[in-house]
């Protein structure tokens, strides 16, 4: 029943059929309850409840492709090597090594804390959104800082859908988002003792607002591995990989520009806004060209916000 008291009022329940033995189980409680006949809809109610919690996170997949993001002519990243492949630090720092590792982490379920200066704070399950916003996939192109690039199809809406839920008010600037952190489950803390865990990012309001902006929970028509920052992360494909940050727990609205994990280690190598720009270095190397995963031999050149300048150039100063 607590269940049902914190399910936020947006929350449709449908598509799901019961399974005989989950229905059958909830009609012989509520029978023992003596909630039997009278209280018809409320026993309605408690089974679409149950039934939605119990419903595997896989059952939506894969989702129908937004044609705007179906780009001919490029080929996809190999599922194979984007999924052995990783940089998620709570895991290991070498990206071979991550998906090995990931073995005790608890991915479901799972509740996202949507908080700070807005009107409507909640707690919303994962599976919730799954279940009530407008899921599809998107290919896009992504870019790490250290130069290598992939082309997947990622599977989630918009984050500005979440964020017109909680309404944020007029005196939040930035969006900060927090990477779970749980020791016992995510073998790399202990080896970066001195990293500023857990894993925190940022973006400006109207960046997080961009129709760009991805929430994702899935990666290949499948519910995210993993490694690939199950069971919800964000993807911002015109910004450097860091941003798109993995497994998150919490979503806060702030005033002033957050404090972000790397930023907080090497400022000058990894700023807050970290737009990929082929113009602007590394301080330690050139991203004028990248590298595509699984064809190391490939070098092409890099593009003024990863190629969606169309979409994202409005929201900065002429570079
Ligand atoms: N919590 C968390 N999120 C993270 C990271 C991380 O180490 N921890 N690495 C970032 C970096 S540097 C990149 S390039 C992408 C990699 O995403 P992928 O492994 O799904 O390709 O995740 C980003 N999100
Ligand atoms: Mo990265």
Same mark, same amino acid.
């Given at each position: 029943?607590?269940?049902?008291?914190?399910?936020?009022?947006?929350?449709?329940?449908?598509?799901?059929?019961?399974?005989?033995?989950? &229905?059958?189980?909830?009609?012989?409680? $509520?029978?023992?309850?003596?909630?039997?006949?009278?209280?018809?809809?409320?026993?309605?109610?408690?089974?679409?409840?149950?039934?939605?919690?119990?419903?595997?996170?896989?059952?939506?997949?894969?989702?129908? %492709?937004?044609?705007?993001?179906?780009?001919? /002519?490029?080929?996809?990243?190999?599922?194979?090597?984007?999924? !052995?492949? /990783?940089?998620? =630090?709570?895991?290991?720092?070498?990206?071979?090594?991550?998906?090995?590792?990931?073995?005790?982490?608890?991915?479901?379920?799972?509740?996202?804390?949507?908080?700070?200066?807005?009107?409507?704070?909640?707690?919303?399950?994962?599976?919730?959104?799954?279940?009530?916003?407008?899921?599809? *996939?998107?290919? =896009?192109? &992504?870019?790490?800082?250290?130069?290598?690039?992939?082309?997947?199809?990622?599977?989630?809406?918009?984050?500005?859908?979440?964020?017109?839920?909680?309404?944020?008010?007029?005196?939040?600037?930035?969006?900060?988002?927090? !990477?779970?952190? +749980?020791?016992?489950?995510?073998?790399?803390?202990?080896?970066?003792?001195?990293?500023?865990?857990?894993?925190?990012?940022?973006? %400006?309001?109207? *960046?997080?607002? /961009?129709?760009?902006?991805?929430?994702?929970?899935?990666?290949?028509?499948?519910?995210?591995?993993?490694?690939?920052?199950?069971?919800?992360?964000?993807?911002?494909?015109?910004?450097?990989?860091?941003?798109?940050?993995?497994?998150?727990?919490?979503?806060?609205?702030?005033?002033?520009?957050?404090?972000? $994990?790397?930023?907080?280690?090497?400022?000058?190598?990894?700023?807050?806004?970290?737009?990929?720009?082929?113009?602007?270095?590394?301080?330690?190397?050139?991203?004028?060209?990248?590298?595509?995963?699984?064809?190391?031999? $490939? +070098?092409? %050149?890099?593009?003024?916000? /990863?190629?969606?300048?169309?979409?994202?150039?409005?929201?900065?100063?002429?570079?």
């Amino acid at each position: 029943m607590a269940n049902i008291i914190r399910r936020p009022g947006w929350y449709i329940s449908e598509k799901f059929v019961t399974p005989e033995n989950v &229905f059958r189980n909830r009609r012989q409680f $509520l029978k023992e309850l003596g909630f039997a006949g009278g209280a018809a809809l409320l026993a309605q109610a408690l089974e679409a409840a149950e039934v939605n919690s119990n419903s595997p996170m896989g059952k939506k997949y894969p989702l129908p %492709r937004n044609k705007d993001f179906d780009p001919a /002519n490029v080929k996809l990243t190999d599922e194979t090597e984007a999924g !052995t492949w /990783n940089n998620f =630090y709570e895991f290991s720092t070498a990206k071979r090594e991550v998906h090995r590792r990931t073995g005790k982490f608890v991915t479901e379920p799972w509740t996202v804390d949507v908080g700070g200066l807005c009107e409507k704070p909640m707690k919303v399950d994962v599976k919730e959104l799954i279940d009530t916003m407008p899921m599809e *996939e998107r290919v =896009y192109r &992504f870019r790490c800082v250290e130069a290598w690039s992939m082309t997947v199809p990622w599977t989630g809406f918009p984050l500005s859908k979440l964020i017109e839920k909680a309404q944020p008010k007029s005196e939040a600037k930035f969006v900060r988002f927090v !990477t779970a952190m +749980r020791r016992d489950e995510m073998p790399g803390i202990a080896l970066l003792p001195n990293y500023p865990w857990p894993y925190t990012e940022g973006l %400006r309001l109207d *960046e997080a607002m /961009n129709p760009l902006t991805m929430a994702v929970t899935g990666i290949y028509g499948k519910p995210l591995p993993k490694q690939h920052g199950a069971p919800i992360r964000i993807v911002v494909p015109w910004k450097y990989g860091y941003k798109s940050i993995k497994s998150i727990e919490k979503i806060e609205f702030v005033a002033k520009q957050p404090a972000t $994990l790397w930023e907080s280690l090497a400022p000058d190598e990894y700023p807050f806004e970290s737009n990929v720009n082929p113009n602007v270095p590394h301080p330690r190397w050139s991203q004028a060209t990248e590298w595509i995963l699984g064809n190391q031999s $490939l +070098r092409v %050149r890099t593009k003024l916000y /990863n190629g969606y300048a169309d979409y994202v150039s409005g929201l900065y100063k002429k570079v």
